[in-house]
T-cell receptor
Framework: AQSVTQLGSHVSVSEGALVLLRCNYS??????LFWYVQYPNQGLQLLLK??????LVKGINGFEAEFKKSETSFHLTKPSAHMSDAAEYFC?????????????FGKGTTLSVSS | KAGVTQTPRYLIKTRGQQVTLSCSPI?????VSWYQQTPGQGLQFLFE???????NKGNFPGRFSGRQFSNSRSEMNVSTLELGDSALYLC??????????????FGQGTRLTVV
């Protein structure tokens, strides 16, 4: 069965520091991969998506992610953290067993940014 | 362009009652998916509707049901509520093409509390 593993339920960085949120997936077919962000009491906002066009994907708010097939990883990075980046981040993979838009999510990583 | 609208935002129900949640997708989107988010289980796929037909279903009991209308608006119903149904219910709308190249846009969710 497919799965998404986010390493580290909580990541803390200082403002201006590099942000690295880890995501590993399992899929028997080339996957579609996504990163979403969720602010308190809000829905999910798409940061970026991988659909096999390019392995390095740039998203909104300065985030980017690199698809590494050999490592089955899709880690999210941002060179310099801002206080406004504090939120919960979810990695997701399209569910290959379903013929539609179903997503399988990781458990999420809470990012804290200190000044 | 209006986003995904979910109503109500907050709901308190008593165990044993039933509840109906509503979702209006982005104009032109024919796919609507529902997810349940809880601290323990994370984000879990409930079901997806496409052109008024349930296309996919997650692993939830039959107490959870849904439907989609001709204008793509969707409702989700939970009967015989249990305390464990307390969660944030998220609706996502997608513009889905044959290649499956799509992204899901989420609403702000309905926070259901069962007492």
């Amino acid at each position: 069965a497919q799965s998404v593993t986010q390493l580290g339920s909580h990541v803390s960085v200082s403002e201006g520091a590099l942000v690295l949120l880890r995501c590993n997936y399992s899929s028997s077919v080339p996957p579609y991969l996504f990163w979403y962000v969720q602010y308190p009491n809000q829905g999910l906002q798409l940061l970026l998506k991988y659909t096999s066009a390019a392995t390095l994907v740039k998203g909104i708010n300065g985030f980017e992610a690199e698809f590494k097939k050999s490592e089955t990883s899709f880690h999210l990075t941002k060179p310099s953290a801002h206080m406004s980046d504090a939120a919960e981040y979810f990695c997701a993979v399209s569910d290959e067993s379903q013929a539609g838009t179903a997503l399988i999510f990781g458990k999420g990583t809470t990012l804290s940014v200190s000044s | 362009k209006a986003g995904v609208t979910q109503t109500p935002r907050y709901l308190i129900k008593t165990r044993g009652q039933q509840v109906t949640l509503s979702c209006s997708p982005i104009s032109g989107h024919r796919s609507v998916s529902w997810y349940q988010q809880t601290p323990g289980q994370g984000l879990q796929f409930l079901f997806e509707y496409f052109s008024e037909t349930q296309r996919n279903k997650g692993n939830f009991p039959g107490r959870f049901s849904g439907r989609q209308f001709s204008n793509s608006r969707s409702e989700m119903n939970v009967s015989t509520l249990e305390l464990g149904d307390s969660a944030l219910y998220l609706c996502a709308s997608s513009l889905w093409d044959r290649d499956g190249n799509t992204e899901a846009f989420f609403g702000q969710g309905t926070r259901l509390t069962v007492v």
